[in-house]
C-alpha cells in the first residue's frame, strides 16, 4: 500500500466511523473481507457493517479518534480509542447513561490495493466494567 493509499484509507476509514457512514465500508474493503473482533464469530463485509451499526444503537453519538498509524508491507495498523455514551443495549445491559471510553488495536491486510482482512482487539471488558451499576457515572 502506497503512502498514498494509506492516507486516502485512513481518512475513508475515519469517515466511516465519524460521519458515520457504513456504507464506506463497500469502498474500502474487498468482496471478500473477513473481520476478527473479539466474542465474535469471524465477519464478512455485510456482518461488519451490522456489527458497527450494533455500536451506534447502544451509543448513538459514537466516535473514533485514531492515535496512530503504522504501515509495512501488506500491513496498515491502527490504533484507536472510540467514545460512547451508554443509550442503548450493549452486550445484554440496559442503556445506563454512562460514558466510555475504548481503546482498540486494528491490523489490516492490503492485497491488490483493497482490505481483505482485519483484526481488531478492542477493551470490551473495559466497556462492560465502565458501563456496570456500582462504576457508572
Given at each position: 500500500m502506497s503512502t498514498d493509499e494509506m492516507r486516502l484509507f485512513v481518512r475513508r476509514y475515519d469517515d466511516m466511523f465519524n460521519k458515520p457512514?457504513?456504507?464506506i465500508a463497500d469502498e474500502i474493503f474487498a468482496q471478500t473481507f473477513r473481520a476478527h473482533f473479539p466474542l465474535t464469530p469471524t465477519l464478512n463485509r455485510a456482518t461488519y457493517k451490522t456489527f458497527i451499526?450494533?455500536?451506534y444503537g447502544a451509543f448513538p453519538d459514537f466516535v473514533m479518534q485514531i492515535c496512530d498509524t503504522i504501515s509495512a508491507q501488506d500491513r496498515l495498523v491502527l490504533r484507536v480509542t472510540y467514545f460512547g455514551t451508554h443509550k442503548g443495549d450493549f452486550m445484554g445491559i440496559p442503556a445506563t447513561g454512562c460514558e466510555v471510553i475504548m481503546p482498540a488495536i486494528s491490523i489490516f491486510r492490503v492485497e491488490n490495493e483493497a482490505v481483505v482482512e482485519n483484526w481488531?482487539?478492542?477493551d470490551i471488558i473495559g466497556a462492560l466494567q465502565q458501563i456496570s451499576a456500582k462504576n457508572c457515572c
Amino acid at each position: 500500500m502506497s503512502t498514498d493509499e494509506m492516507r486516502l484509507f485512513v481518512r475513508r476509514y475515519d469517515d466511516m466511523f465519524n460521519k458515520p457512514d457504513i456504507t464506506i465500508a463497500d469502498e474500502i474493503f474487498a468482496q471478500t473481507f473477513r473481520a476478527h473482533f473479539p466474542l465474535t464469530p469471524t465477519l464478512n463485509r455485510a456482518t461488519y457493517k451490522t456489527f458497527i451499526d450494533s455500536f451506534y444503537g447502544a451509543f448513538p453519538d459514537f466516535v473514533m479518534q485514531i492515535c496512530d498509524t503504522i504501515s509495512a508491507q501488506d500491513r496498515l495498523v491502527l490504533r484507536v480509542t472510540y467514545f460512547g455514551t451508554h443509550k442503548g443495549d450493549f452486550m445484554g445491559i440496559p442503556a445506563t447513561g454512562c460514558e466510555v471510553i475504548m481503546p482498540a488495536i486494528s491490523i489490516f491486510r492490503v492485497e491488490n490495493e483493497a482490505v481483505v482482512e482485519n483484526w481488531t482487539e478492542m477493551d470490551i471488558i473495559g466497556a462492560l466494567q465502565q458501563i456496570s451499576a456500582k462504576n457508572c457515572c
